[in-house]
């Protein structure tokens, strides 16, 4: 596959978990690939395993949730870079506390960083996208936007407004050729795949639990170049759970 070579990917949140396996990804496929996350340790390993492959990647520590941040960063992309090809906005946090319990404070930082956080980069990429005739945006939601366990509020209203955010600004930059798509991981391991029990696996369709590398693949496959009649949609990656109906016996 030569459709990333020399283009510039950047990857937010990928100082480890799904993001660093994404970034890996796109190092392997010869892209200039530019690391993003508050987690300068986590960027730093995440660079290290980049070039053991024999690869170069950027770190740029910035944090999502304050848009003055995210401009500095695609200024200096711009400088640096003169463009973005692909934008992989992956950069989350995660909140589970009773709503009783969770103060306004706590829901804003979430929204600030999973949602408003992955609205200011898309704008931010879509500008340069722009200017060198398009690129593609994925959008890292979870099926936690489609179901939910108690608790998740704050979570699951941005990974649901995170869908809703991927179809208008699919429709508002597609004269740009621009593509915005989002993938809705369900369980993905990123700890110990080999601590699983055969219940943790056997519970879904697919008969295993996912991988950081199944989300990679669909990024790859959501932002190739041929395949740019793909656009809007939201990608659920979840070995079959959320269509399996569960009743207790």
Avoid at 53 to 80: C, H, M, R, W
Avoid at 173 to 195: F, M, R
Avoid at 226 to 241: A, E, W
């Amino acid at each position: 596959m030569d459709s990333f070579q020399q283009k510039t990917v950047i990857v937010t949140g990928a100082g480890g978990g799904i993001g660093r396996t994404i970034a890996i990804t796109y190092a392997l496929q010869d892209a200039h690939v530019i690391l993003v996350d508050q987690n300068t340790v986590g960027l730093h390993q995440t660079l290290h395993e980049i070039q053991a492959e024999g690869k170069i990647a950027y770190t740029y520590t910035v944090d999502v949730s304050q848009p003055n941040e995210i401009e500095t960063l695609f200024q200096e992309i711009q400088e640096k870079f003169k463009r973005v090809d692909v934008l992989i906005n992956n950069a989350g946090v995660g909140l589970f506390k009773s709503i009783y319990d969770i103060s306004v404070d706590e829901w804003d930082h979430v929204m600030h960083t999973n949602l408003r956080g992955t609205f200011v980069c898309s704008k931010e990429a879509a500008k340069l996208m722009r200017n060198n005739g398009g690129g593609s945006i994925v959008n890292i939601s979870s099926t936690r936007a489609l179901m939910s366990e108690p608790n998740s509020e704050a979570y699951a209203a941005t990974k649901g407004g995170i869908i809703s955010l991927t179809h208008a600004l699919a429709v508002s930059l597609g004269s740009d050729g621009i593509t915005v798509n989002a993938i809705s991981p369900g369980w993905i391991e990123t700890g110990d795949y080999q601590k699983l029990t055969p219940l943790d696996h056997q519970q879904h369709p697919s008969m295993r639990v996912g991988k950081p590398e199944d989300i990679a693949r669909a990024c790859l496959y959501l932002t190739d170049p041929k395949n740019d009649f793909i656009t809007g949609t939201n990608l659920v990656i979840d070995g079959g759970m959320t269509r399996k109906m569960i009743y207790e016996e």
